[in-house]
């Protein structure tokens, strides 16, 4: 805290005490002088004191709302500032509860307020995690367990379905550690050949096994004093797991076919796609392996618990692949709709092509089939956005029918007929619904 903050702070909790304890003595002493002028003189005291307690009151009245207006205003020029900028959504307090109490205008602040840290939080999550695409709430939650466990040196697990950021999330922990001037250095235990996975790990000495025809670090004494990720650590052989597990507690290692220990400045991260303590209860991971990595857990949700951030990534993937290019609002539909079982990963891919087969506009049709087959929930589409918040009826009823059509024609890729079968009308209802929402059916056909 900086002197002038201290100064601030000290004027304003002393001085308005100040003022009313001083409003208090001087209205004591003055009622006190009143009564002895008018007794001295044998004058009944009480009107004049009573006209000399109106005056008072109206003076600590005044003093009061000063104080108010004093403290409040700034407050309230900086809200009705903020509201006027657009960016805050509408905080009609028409949508308050009806039992909600107290000062209107301290609500309207309350709400201000809120939603003016929630943008601050999304702008330090930008500005700290660019390379981490996402606002929902599980993001923003995964982002802030980063920030705590980042700049300790406590191993971290994460779990998490294939293709959900896990190795990106560590790298981020990585550039926000102390090892970040250091290597980070990534080993995937599920793509080495079990035997070759120790030395690997531990590194090997020449002749330490046939083929060993020099001496190889590794990836411990690679990562230095940097951050060794180790990827789907589920897949770890037992054996390696007791090696690796000694390595942890000792911080020491002996590559393979070697005598002398080497010490391990790097830190640990680890993730995996499989349910460890199931492992652990099949015996297929070792028990006291699983608590020495599970002390601090980042679990990545998979890509449909977060529907919300598709649309934000699917452009992000573009950007980075064909930035010229724009997504069709029934393609952006169908990407929202679409269960991910690869998760981003897989949605990387779709981009990734469909930016090859399309023009300037990525249309349904460009997507892969799996997604056009396997819509999984095409009521749970988000509808755009409506004009305000007492939006027809009727323009919700359409948004949902043109939803539904555009889901049953990407199921049948454009063939109306079954479109119309899955919708439960008749074909001819269908061809008119078609010009009414001027919806070509050609973009399904593959
Ligand atoms: N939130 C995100 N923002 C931007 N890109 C992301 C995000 N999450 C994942 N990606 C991208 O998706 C791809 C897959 O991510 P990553 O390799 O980190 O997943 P993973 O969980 O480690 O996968 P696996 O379990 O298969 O190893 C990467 O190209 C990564 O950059």
């Known amino acids: ?104 205008e301290l609500h309207r602040f309350e709400r201000v307020f809120d939603q003016v840290t929630e943008i601050l939080s999304k702008v330090e999550a930008r500005t700290l995690f660019p390379e981490i695409v996402g606002q929902s709430t599980a993001i923003r939650a995964v982002l802030n367990q980063i920030l705590k466990v980042a700049p300790t040196d406590a191993i971290v697990l994460i779990a998490g379905e294939t293709g959900t950021g896990k190795e990106l999330v560590a790298h981020s922990i990585h550039r926000h550690s102390r090892h970040q001037s250091h290597p980070f250095v990534a080993m995937n235990c599920a793509a080495i050949p079990e035997g070759l996975l120790e030395s690997e790990l531990f590194g090997h000495e020449k002749g330490a096994f046939t083929g060993a025809v020099n001496r190889k670090p590794g990836k411990m004494e690679l990562a230095g004093a940097g951050t060794l990720f180790l990827d789907e650590i589920g897949d770890m052989p037992l054996e390696t797991q007791a090696k690796m597990l000694r390595a942890l507690e000792e911080k020491r290692i002996v590559r393979v076919g070697g005598i002398h220990p080497i010490t391990v400045a790097a830190r640990f991260i680890a993730a995996t796609n499989k349910n460890l303590p199931e492992m652990v209860q099949q015996e297929l991971f070792r028990q006291d392996l699983f608590y020495r990595l599970n ?70 049709n460009h997507l892969p089939s799996a997604i056009l087959q396997n819509i999984t929930t095409p009521l749970q589409t988000p509808a755009p956005p409506l004009p305000n918040g007492a939006a027809a009826l009727d323009e919700r009823l359409r948004t949902i029918e043109k939803q539904m059509i555009v889901n049953a024609l990407s199921q049948t890729r454009g063939v109306q007929k079954q479109a119309a079968e899955i919708l439960g009308i008749k074909e001819r209802s269908l061809w008119h619904r078609l010009k009414k929402y001027e919806i070509d059916a050609g973009v399904f056909k593959r």
């Open 1 to 104: 805290m900086t002197m002038k903050d201290l100064r601030f702070n000290i004027n304003l909790y002393v001085i308005i005490p100040v003022i009313f304890a001083g409003l208090t003595i001087l209205s004591l002493l003055s009622a006190y002088r009143l009564t002895r002028f008018y007794l001295d003189r044998h004058l009944p005291p009480e009107w004049p004191l009573l006209a000399w307690g109106a005056v008072l009151t109206t003076l600590t009245f005044a003093c009061g709302l000063l104080v108010v207006k004093f403290l409040i205003a700034p407050v309230r020029r900086f809200v009705d500032r903020t509201q006027t900028m657009g960016v805050l959504r509408d905080i009609g307090m028409e949508n308050d509860p009806p039992h909600a109490t107290g000062d209107p």
């Open 295 to 364: 002390v601090f857990v980042i679990q990545l949700p998979p890509l449909r618990e977060r529907r919300e951030d598709i649309p934000l990534l699917a452009e992000h993937l573009l950007d980075q692949v064909a930035p010229e290019k724009h997504f069709a609002p029934a393609t952006m539909h169908l990407l929202t709709a679409h269960a991910w079982p690869g998760n981003v990963r897989e949605l990387q891919n779709a981009i990734q092509s469909a930016a090859v087969l399309a023009g300037a506009t990525i249309e349904p």
